[in-house]
């Protein structure tokens, strides 16, 4: 079965400061999934990747799936007090028959003043 | 309506007893998949629900049950609580049954079992 590995597990960042948080999976990535998540709260949409090599940014933040669809990774350029949270990866699978979403255990980022 | 909503936001209960949580998808949704979410881990897959018919499990037991509606809103029903059910439980709606067009997820329910 698939696994996903995030690290590091947590992050303390001066503000303004660059920080990239790195997803590795088992086997190669079909979807991959990037959310946010406040402590104890839904999960936040950030980008999906699907192609090798393919990057995707928004605003301050950006997302690199490798050529070999084995590892992502998530930038977070001149960070903010409002990045600070939870950030998982998660992948599906097409021939997961149970179409799940496969989740990293999450990397948490504090954003100190 | 856009979003997915969730309810109750928090439920305490028994060790026992059985409990039911809703949510209500994202208008023109018709996949809703649920998942238990632990402190400190990822969330982990219970059930899929597709046009009202389960199309997929994660390794969970049989008293964690579901319904998904004509409406696309859905129920997790689980009986038999036991102190390990504590978690926040999240669901999560996309359109057709891998995410291509993303997974719009609620703000879950806490869930604390006594």
């Known amino acids: 079965s698939q696994e996903l590995e995030q690290s590091p597990q947590s992050l303390i960042v001066q503000e303004g400061k660059n920080l990239t948080i790195n997803c590795t999976s088992s086997?190669?990535?079909?979807?991959l999934y990037w959310y946010k998540q406040k402590y104890g709260e839904g999960l936040i949409f950030l980008m999906m990747?699907?192609?090798g090599g393919e990057e995707k940014s928004h605003e301050k933040i950006t997302a690199k799936l490798d050529e070999k669809k084995q590892q992502s990774s998530l930038h977070i350029t001149a960070s903010q007090p409002s990045h600070a949270g939870i950030y998982l990866c998660?992948?599906?699978?097409?021939?997961?028959?149970?179409?799940?979403?496969?989740w990293g255990a999450g990397t948490k980022l504090i954003i100190k003043p | 309506e856009t979003g997915v909503t969730q309810s109750p936001t928090h439920l305490i209960k028994t060790r026992g007893q059985q409990v039911t949580l809703r949510c209500s998808s994202q208008?023109?949704?018709?996949?809703v998949s649920w998942y238990q979410q632990a402190l400190g881990q990822g969330p982990q897959f219970i059930f899929q629900?597709?046009?009202?018919?389960?199309?997929g499990r994660g390794n969970f037991p049989p008293r964690f049950s579901g319904l998904q509606f004509p409406n696309y809103s859905s129920e997790l029903n689980v009986n038999a609580l036991e102190l390990d059910d504590s978690a926040l439980y999240l669901c999560?709606?996309?359109?057709?049954?891998?995410?291509?067009?993303?997974?719009?997820f609620g703000s879950g329910t806490r869930l604390t079992v006594v």
């Open positions: 086997k190669t990535l079909y979807g």
């Open positions: 998660g992948a599906d699978d097409p021939l997961d028959s149970n179409y799940q979403l496969i």
């Open positions: 629900y597709y046009r009202e018919e389960e199309n």
């Open positions: 990747l699907q192609k």
């Open positions: 208008s023109g949704h018709n996949t």
């Open positions: 999560a709606s996309s359109l057709g049954g891998i995410g291509t067009y993303g997974y719009t």
